[in-house]
């Protein structure tokens, strides 16, 4: 069974830092591109940020409101993920999912395997 | 960024309804279009991709239509499992936005 799994979330102070982990299992996280989304308390889904396969080149993609401040990176050879979060703020309180970005069709991938969330909450 | 609109933000409904919701993009996106179910407590999941097409599993009363920038989610025949609340998002580009959501209560 395909699973993901998130985990590292917690209380925070602003300014402070966070690393979030995504264990996968079922599959191998290697050929896999993967996404992470945010949900702040009871509002909507927020696209936080993608990683493409080492063989896609690996790099990133980052929302504007966590571009320069998250850090997506991935260690295929323990089939996780990771979102690193430095100066975190209100704004950052949110339940994070880790999600995989598969493609359906040549240049259109949709987010099809979801775990099931980890909480982050900034508070002094 | 491409802005994604739905509408309406809620609904109330009852078993054996029709029901549509809709997603509007701010510019074309094709038909790189999905939707996406959230009950509370639990992660979204997929519910159709490329504007129309079923992912595994969802039952046929699902189906979604449109391209370029109006699209929408219609449930035939409304089931006490459906209570839920609706996402639209794009893939059409970087970076991905979702619609704001449509509540669906009885």
């Known amino acids: 069974e395909v699973q993901l799994v998130e985990s590292g979330g917690g209380l925070v102070k602003p300014g402070g830092s966070l690393r979030l982990s995504c264990a996968a299992s079922?599959?191998?996280?290697?050929?896999?591109?993967m996404t992470w989304v945010r949900q702040a308390p009871g509002k909507g889904l927020e696209w936080v940020g993608r990683i493409k396969r080492k063989t896609d080149g690996g790099t990133t993609d980052y929302a504007a409101p966590v571009k320069g401040r998250f850090t997506i990176s991935r260690d295929d050879s323990k089939n996780t993920l990771f979102l690193q979060m430095r100066s975190l703020n209100t704004d950052d309180t949110a339940m994070y999912y880790c999600?995989?970005?598969?493609?359906?069709?040549?240049?259109?991938?949709?987010?099809?395997?979801w775990g099931q969330g980890t909480t982050v909450t900034v508070s002094s | 960024d491409i802005q994604m609109t739905q509408s309406p933000s809620s609904l109330s409904a009852s078993v054996g309804d029709r029901v549509t919701i809709t997603c509007r993009a701010s510019q074309g996106i094709s038909s790189y279009l999905n939707w996406y179910q959230q009950k509370p407590g639990t992660a979204p999941k997929l519910l159709i991709y490329?504007?129309?097409n079923f992912q595994s599993g969802v039952p046929p009363r699902f189906s979604g239509s449109g391209s370029v920038t109006d699209f929408t989610l219609t449930i035939s025949s409304l089931q006490p499992e459906d209570f839920a609340t609706y996402f639209c998002q794009q893939s059409y580009s970087i970076p991905r936005t979702f619609g704001q959501g449509t509540k669906v209560e009885i």
């Open positions: 999600t995989t970005d598969t493609p359906i069709y040549i240049d259109y991938y949709v987010m099809d395997v």
């Open positions: 079922g599959f191998t996280l290697n050929n896999a591109w």
């Open positions: 490329g504007a129309s």
